[in-house]
Nanobody, 130 residues
Framework: QVELVESGGGSVQPGGSLKLSCAAA?????????MAWFRQAPGKEREGVAS????????YYSDSVKGRFTISRDKAKNILYLEMHSLQVEDSAVYYC??????????????????????WGPGTQVTVSS
């Protein structure tokens, strides 16, 4: 496992944009690791938002964010990003980054399941409101 930390959350009006970052606070985050973003709103289950497996340039997105969110990585800095556009109130949640040394995220079934991932950050709050 690796200790992760997110940043970039905040408050934004509907239609606005935010860019989240995730970095390893401790431990090693390998280039070949599965990486993903999840979110959880009060009273709801944790939802897979986007995942990436860079050895094969494979990424998956939840239907609710497809076309609006983009997952990417700065390989040199070893930072994972989630770029969010056209934000709506339904996107309000605590956003978590996740990573795993296994390759389950290369498959569409496992990529956006929380139990696929062993390493998690503490989360960053995103609030979309008028």
């Amino acid at each position: 496992q690796v200790e992760l930390v997110e940043s970039g959350g905040g408050s934004v009006q509907p239609g606005g944009s935010l860019k989240l970052s995730c970095a390893a606070a401790a431990g090693y985050l390998g280039w070949h690791w599965c990486m993903a973003w999840f979110r959880q709103a009060p009273g709801k289950e944790r939802e897979g938002v986007a995942s990436a497996y860079y050895p094969t340039n494979t990424s998956y997105y939840s239907d609710s964010v497809k076309g609006r969110f983009t997952i990417s990585r700065d390989k040199a800095k070893n930072i994972l990003y989630l770029e969010m556009h056209s934000l709506q109130v339904e996107d309000s949640a605590v956003y978590y980054c996740a990573a795993d040394h296994r390759t389950s995220c290369s498959d569409s079934y496992w990529a956006l399941l929380a139990r696929t991932y062993q390493s998690w950050g503490p989360g960053t709050q995103v609030t979309v409101s008028s």
